[in-house]
């Protein structure tokens, strides 16, 4: 955020947000046990880091398999008992 309100290019901070955001539920669902919840948060890590290496986030963050991953992710958590907005 601090690129934003700064006046600076916010592009390196998202790009960044997105990339860490794949690899910590690329982490969190290896080998953890099968489950709705589980492959949605897979499919939806894998989908940010398509986004993370895309050379116009704006674009590919509103790509409808991104978004469908997400709203999959958001059901499947939701369905185990936790609220999450991604």
Known sequence: MKAATSGGDPTPTIRKA??????????????????????????????SGRVATAANLDTAADDPEFQKTSAMANAACKKAGVD???
Not at 19 to 45: C, I, R, Y
């Open 18 to 47: 997105y990339t860490e955001m794949a690899q910590e539920l690329a982490k969190a669902t290896t080998d953890a046990p099968t489950s709705e919840a589980v492959t949605a948060l897979a499919a939806f890590g894998a989908a």
């Open 84 to 86: 999450t907005n991604f």
